[in-house]
């Protein structure tokens, strides 16, 4: 297994990290957001904002249109550019305050989507110090230059970027795509190949970071389960501290009798005592800003919409992957006012399988609290990945499918195009005697199974015990049962945390994996 050292890196950087502004002229400064190549968003407002001297007047001119505005006592200036339909006919974004002048060249007009989560979003097309590259990633490289699809990364967070020599927006081309995320490259092509439109894709991700710190702090601590430990944290760090600093010392000590056998005669020092739960648990929520660091600088930069691939963070643990459906519905909850869209459509990746017993033990848990989140919130999508992980691998070099299907859910729900966007997505469950009838969203078509059989299907009665089951499928139902149990009240199907996806769509689509019981609506 490779170490996520991406991640560590990263994560840390996230804290120190104060904000993504460029000083560009001394009278005023731009988001580095705002550059060269930069996508504005299509229908909607389009706000342009920034810094300037307590007072200052602003101009903003793009296009045929022209904004003005007067800075604040404490120099932050915005004005909104009117609604703009698609163009690829490059313009120059304009700022000017007190005779100097700012000119960002090659701006288009498209669809603009913000691509964030950890590790497996943050992975590379090409091959890295950190990555191996993916499928198809050399021959996706390989390709002439796309005007069209514009990448962003901000090169203060991104170093694969900076290293590369980008910064701010590029043209997907050669030398831009190889740093670039594979999962949002394959998802800001597959939409502009279909709409024909400019489409900007903003990549900011980190390795190996939980949910809450993506969080605004201020909603994060609504979450029951962030605050109670985010508390102990506060409350036990001096102990928390003077055991870490235990176990470095241990640890520097045991490395240096590994390396100098002459230390071999003298005694191992004794192993401290390890965190309790709680204080490992608290220890995971002490600090927050990833958010404040890389997503509150970009905001209100208009978007059509955010996909999200993160969890594997908070599914080693039963109890974090149960309360993974508050976390995401928190975060998505609090992007949406932070961009004041209160149905920014979001669309997620659910988890592949892993097979780790450390740390993967409950990836099924988390798949099915992503799959609460999809039934209960509105504009949101789920790309179930079940069937194009790799159980090896906890970064899967497959990502092509994973951002088609993202693109999938968006052509689908976002821009309503007539396609197939998801595998069957469970819908209810209802007893017949000894069998039970499960109902399916087929998105527009039919069961399909791969194989003979239906596996990792089990039902349970009101003991809850499950037991291995047999279905009988039609195109977008299944007639469940098993002998062991005679008046069975809830199914299940894909419960490990492994197992090989038998239940797909006409197109070649997964379902999703699933527990539900008939009272569930």
């Not at 190549?37 to 007047?57: D, K, R």
């Amino acid at each position: 297994m490779r170490k996520d050292t991406t991640v560590v890196r990263l994560f840390g950087l996230s804290i120190i990290v104060a904000g993504q502004f460029s000083l560009v002229q001394a009278a005023i400064e731009m988001p580095g957001i705002f550059s060269d190549h930069a996508v504005l968003q299509s229908e909607q407002p389009v706000p342009v904002w920034g810094n300037a001297a307590p007072n200052e007047g602003i101009t903003v001119k793009f296009a045929d249109q022209k904004k003005t505005a007067i800075a604040d006592a404490n120099g932050k200036w915005r004005v909104e550019l009117d609604s703009m339909p698609a163009t690829d006919q490059a313009n120059t974004l304009t700022i000017s305050a007190d005779g100097e002048e700012i000119k960002f060249s090659d701006i288009v007009v498209g669809e603009v989507w913000l691509c964030s989560g950890q590790s497996n979003m943050y992975m590379p097309l090409g091959k890295g110090p950190f990555s191996e590259g993916v499928i198809g990633g050399e021959a996706e490289i390989a390709r002439p230059e796309q005007p069209e699809l514009r990448l962003y990364c901000w090169e203060g967070q991104h170093k694969e970027w900076k290293a590369a020599g980008l910064s701010g927006w590029q043209r997907a081309n050669p030398t831009s795509r190889p740093p670039f995320s594979a999962t949002a490259y394959f998802f800001g092509n597959a939409l502009q190949t279909a709409l024909k439109v400019p489409v900007g894709v903003i990549n900011i991700s980190a390795g190996g970071s939980p949910i809450s710190p993506w969080t605004p702090q201020e909603n994060a601590l609504k979450v029951p389960l962030v605050a109670h430990y985010h508390d102990l944290y506060l409350q036990n760090k001096p102990e928390i501290d003077a055991r870490n600093a235990q176990w470095g010392s241990y640890l520097e000590v045991m490395k240096k009798r590994s390396s100098d056998a002459t230390l071999a005669a003298y005694p191992a020092p004794v192993q401290p005592e390890p965190l309790t739960y709680n204080l490992f648990m608290a220890q995971r929520f002490a600090g927050f800003g990833l958010y404040e660091s890389f997503i509150a600088p970009i905001v209100p930069y208009a978007l059509r919409g955010v996909t999200w691939y993160q969890g594997e963070a908070n599914a080693d643990n039963l109890e974090l992957s149960l309360h993974y459906e508050e976390m995401l519905r928190m975060l998505i909850t609090s992007w949406r006012e932070k961009w004041g869209q209160p149905r920014l459509p979001f669309y997620f990746v659910q988890l592949p399988c892993w097979e780790n017993n450390d740390n993967a033990r409950f990836w099924h848990v988390n798949r099915q609290s992503m799959l609460n989140v999809l039934r209960s919130m509105p504009d949101v999508g789920m790309a179930v990945t079940a069937d194009v992980g790799d159980i090896h691998d906890l970064h899967p070099t497959n990502k092509r499918p994973v951002g088609e299907r993202l693109a999938l859910w968006a052509l689908a729900k976002t821009y309503g195009k007539p396609v197939i966007y998801s595998g069957p997505l469970v819908s209810r469950i209802t007893t017949e005697g000894e069998k039970l009838r499960i109902q399916f969203d087929t998105c527009g078509s039919v069961l399909k199974l791969h194989g003979p059989a239906w596996a990792d299907l089990e039902v349970a009665g009101a003991d809850g015990l499950y037991f291995p089951a047999s279905a009988t499928l039609s195109d977008t139902e299944a007639v469940v049962a098993s002998p062991s149990v005679s008046k069975p009240v809830a199914a299940r199907y894909g419960w490990k945390f492994v197992f090989t996806p038998t239940l797909f769509n006409r197109e070649g689509l997964p379902a999703s994996p699933f527990a539900l019981s008939v009272s569930a609506k």
